[in-house]
């Protein structure tokens, strides 16, 4: 049967920020192409869920996704799977739910067009090819629709192949793009009314690259050029892997102004035993030298990290490391999940799976330690005077929130102020999750 050729899309983003950012940039594409954005799926006729492989539950959630697009009269929109899951089950996604018109990887999104054109003709459309031509080259320039806080990938895939992960069959292998590209991409988005950029990459800290005169640089490098860039305030990286952190990115925290004191180092677990098991290849202590290195240059960053409860092997004991890690590291907020076993993943074929009442148990007792300690954080930053970028609306008249450079979120009261403006603030109150603040001043463009 053919489809009509639609003309108002909806993205749905699950999983990551790079599925955030790829999100964008499909819409920036289709925008381009001459189709607007719906409010909400029911108001498109074209869908893209971009999904995420990470854990199980992501996976079956596509699916009932998929599922409810259907519309009262049977109809449905032409929908599109893009990211991970298409990724690594390609063909499959469409023999299991028959709706499904378009399948496309991470690495082929920017071909989203021709597929759209295959799927108009009534045919099943597929391409997860890794090309070597990078979709970066052929994607239309940013900046038209900047906010205020945007996203840039400036590196993709991943080499460590930690043994419960499926990112690097997923997302392939490294790369790093150009800093050329970067630093173009970086100045059309603070043109365009970005303040913040946060740099993205399953492992950031890996950015390598040449810049203009030819020199090796890394990821603080590249911060350093960016942060040159007038208009531009604020700049934050995210996920980096302990192994790539480099010293000159620890000595940037020092000095260099717009870089964020925040650093998200996921360590996973604190048993060193799980961690060789999980192929990490770091240890307890090397990251916690990690920390105190960092703490030195720049000693009120935040922390934040990822963990994995119920890895295959994990005793009492073991767990019982991870908390005392994270006593040790102490962090203003972090994810935590129980192991969910991928397949193709070695991890998944271990012996000594761990039984699921087991693994909410030691989820359960982890959260609550980083619950407390994420309040502790907030506490302790209240009275503290701080610029904040403002993000976006709040649920209350003349609400707005932003962030403060701790990541965390706060909340102010102030009719004449709105979106994308910095204001100088003192952090009032702390609950859990966010702050109040009151207005000091306003700061200068
Ligand atoms: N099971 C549970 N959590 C996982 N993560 C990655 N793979 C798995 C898995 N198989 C978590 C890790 C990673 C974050 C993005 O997701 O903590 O850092
Ligand atoms: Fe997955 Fe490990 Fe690579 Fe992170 S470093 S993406 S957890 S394989």
């Excluded at 594409?29 to 909400?40: C, F, H, S």
């Excluded at 028959?98 to 759209?116: C, F, K, N, T, W």
């Excluded at 800093?179 to 950031?204: H, M």
């Excluded at 009492?316 to 192991?339: G, H, M, P, W």
């Amino acid at each position: 049967m053919t489809k009509a050729d639609p003309k108002k899309f909806h993205i749905k983003s699950f999983g990551c920020q790079m599925n955030v950012y790829d999100g964008e940039r499909m819409s920036e594409m289709l925008v381009d192409q001459g189709m607007t954005a719906a409010e909400n799926s029911e108001a498109a006729d074209l869908v893209v869920l971009n999904t995420c492989h990470i854990r199980e539950k992501a996976v079956d959630k596509v699916y009932s996704d998929i599922g409810r697009l259907r519309r009262k009269d049977g109809s449905s929109p032409m929908i599109a799977v893009a990211g991970c899951v298409a990724q690594a089950e390609g063909k499959e996604i469409s023999r299991r739910a028959p709706s499904v018109d378009i399948v496309v990887g991470p690495q082929a999104y920017h071909r989203l067009p021709e597929l759209m054109e295959t799927a108009k003709s009534g045919k099943k459309a597929l391409d997860t090819d890794m090309p070597a031509i990078s979709k970066f080259d052929i994607l239309p320039t940013r900046g038209k629709q900047a906010r205020p806080t945007a996203f840039l990938t400036v590196q993709e895939g991943c080499d460590k192949f930690c043994t419960y992960c499926v990112v690097p069959y997923t997302r392939g292998a490294e790369i790093s793009r150009p800093w050329s590209d970067l630093v173009d991409e970086a100045k059309a988005l603070v043109d365009g009314g970005a303040r913040e950029i946060t740099l993205l990459g399953q492992n950031v800290n890996a950015w390598s690259g040449e810049d203009e005169k030819g020199n090796m640089q890394g990821l603080d490098g590249l911060i350093r050029a960016l942060d040159r860039i007038p208009g531009l305030k604020r700049i934050r990286y995210m996920t980096s892997h302990p192994n790539d952190m480099t010293d000159g990115l620890v000595a940037a925290h020092g000095d260099v102004g717009s870089l964020m004191p925040f650093l998200h180092l996921p360590v996973q677990s604190g048993s060193d035993r799980i961690l060789k098991a999980m192929n990490r290849s770091h240890s307890v202590r090397s990251y916690l030298t990690i920390l105190e290195q960092m703490r030195a240059v720049r000693p009120d960053i935040a922390l934040s990290g990822d963990f994995i409860v119920g890895f295959p092997g994990e005793t009492d004991q073991d767990f019982e490391e991870t908390l005392q890690i994270v006593r040790d590291a102490n962090y203003s907020q972090a994810f935590s999940f129980k192991y969910s076993p991928r397949p193709g993943t070695p991890a998944s074929g271990m012996d000594d799976q761990i039984a699921p009442e087991v693994m909410d148990e030691r989820l359960q007792r982890l959260q609550a330690l980083l619950n407390e300690q994420q309040y502790a954080f907030n506490q302790q930053t209240v009275g503290r005077t701080t610029d904040i970028l403002l993000e976006r609306q709040g649920k209350l008249d003349g609400q707005l929130i932003g962030k403060t450079p701790w990541l965390q979120s706060l909340h102010i009261i102030s009719p004449d102020l709105k979106i994308g403006d910095m204001v100088e603030v003192e952090i009032a109150r702390a609950g859990p999750n966010s702050l109040t603040g009151e207005i000091k001043e306003r700061m200068a463009a």
